[in-house]
């Protein structure tokens, strides 16, 4: 069989039906939350577990990169080659894939891509799902770790005060503010001083499928105001990724994701300065 092509970065339900059964392609599913260990998958896809082996359970942080050998571990035990095509998916529609996709290219792989609207947009195009899982072979995935696609509170407080980079919160407009309390309750409410918010869900249509490329490249450089340098946060590092992912599809300077994101800045004991309000 013909060897697969790099995919696009985000590929629709029609792209991965044609591909489904090649033999180089990998499904994954980085479902985390209510949509972790659902009952029905797309046929073959296997756990990118963002919850579980794919955090580093080392760090007091949710959700950070775990280390490349670990990583390169557990990608090697879900049957990733080094040839494979993987393509990504959630659940949710788009919430948590972006951040697989992400970690991937974090650690050096090109061939990977996200599905468009997740699993709700395969359903609705009338494709199957399975509650099997179907057996795979270990893979020789090797990591190369990329640096600068993820970063850490340091280098984030020098952003800050650089005039050439924004750094964008993904959450929603109330958490920035303080208004809303953050979902993990020790920390503390607001934002990082001199910080930007644009919401992950003003990038996504209502059904959960990223916006088209110009709203994208609009409301991208609206929120960055034409700066060439980019950091991305969140709550623990997932949502940064939706908007990380947004600014490579519209060729945006490789953006940086803060890897702890709030969950890092915001305990008490960092004593780092906070801002409330808008």
Do not use: K
């Not at 209510?34 to 756990?47: K, L, S, T």
């Not at 993987?86 to 788009?94: C, L, Q, S, T």
């Not at 980079?165 to 503390?188: I, Y």
């Amino acid at each position: 069989m013909t060897a697969l092509p790099p995919p696009p970065p985000l590929v629709d339900a029609a792209w991965l039906a044609d591909h489904l059964y090649h033999p180089d392609l990998v499904v994954l599913d980085a479902s985390i939350g209510a949509h972790r260990h659902a009952a029905h998958r797309i046929p073959g896809a296997r756990p990118f577990d963002l919850d579980g082996a794919l955090s580093d359970h080392r760090s007091d942080l949710p959700h950070t990169m775990p280390p490349a050998a670990d990583f390169q571990r557990e990608l090697r035990a879900l049957g990733v080659n080094d040839r494979s095509t993987v393509v990504v998916y959630d659940g949710a529609g788009i919430y948590s894939s972006p951040r697989a996709w992400w970690m991937l290219r974090a650690m050096g792989f090109d061939r990977a891509a996200v599905l468009n609207g997740g699993l709700p947009a395969w359903q609705a195009a009338g494709h199957p799902v399975t509650d099997l899982q179907s057996p795979y072979s270990p893979g020789d995935f090797t990591a190369h770790p990329r640096p600068g696609l993820l970063t850490d509170r340091d280098a984030v407080a020098a952003a800050l005060t650089d005039p050439d980079t924004t750094v964008l919160d993904a959450r929603s407009h109330d958490r920035f503010t303080g208004d809303a309390p953050e979902p993990r309750p020790h920390l503390r409410p607001g934002h990082l001083p001199g910080s930007t918010n644009l919401p992950f869900t003003d990038l996504l249509t209502p059904d959960g499928h990223y916006l088209p490329l110009p709203d994208l490249h609009t409301r991208l450089t609206t929120a960055t105001a034409h700066r060439p340098h980019l950091i991305t946060t969140c709550g623990s590092g997932i949502t940064a990724c939706i908007l990380a992912f947004a600014a490579h599809l519209t060729t945006h300077p490789t953006p940086t994701v803060y890897d702890g994101s709030w969950s890092d800045w915001g305990r008490p004991e960092t004593n780092l300065p906070v801002a409330t309000g808008s």
